[in-house]
């Protein structure tokens, strides 16, 4: 899905609200060096936020690492579907899968998205059947006071 907006800043995410949004979704999905978190905004266009932490390494490292990821996410651009806040959180095994980054990219993201979908037809937690029994009793077959 093409978007047409270019603006470099728009597309980045970098308020602390919107990055908790994206985190209270709880849409993920993850690989050995990449865990990726999405959640749907109003916008037609997909925003990229990207979290490396000091386990990856010195600032060196962890530069690169955000220079690799936000290449990946520009290159990706085109092929991911729009209307997307993504938190791209990096694993220390990012640094010896720098050639893989792309492409993992691209699928976590997908994955994710469509967990998202299936999470979104689901009803809420609180108007699921319960498992207990309809007096709420415990049905465990446990002795009491054990």
Known sequence: MTSTHTGRTEIRLRRRDDYARVYDARCSAGDESLIVYVAANEL?????????????????????VRRILREAFRLARPDLPAGLDIVCVAKPAALSHQPYLSASLRRLVVRAKNRADRDARRPPRGDRQSHRNPKGQNTDQRLPGK
């Open 44 to 64: 037609d266009w997909s925003r990229f936020g990207l979290s490396v932490g000091k386990s990856l390494g010195n600032a060196v490292a962890r530069n690169r």
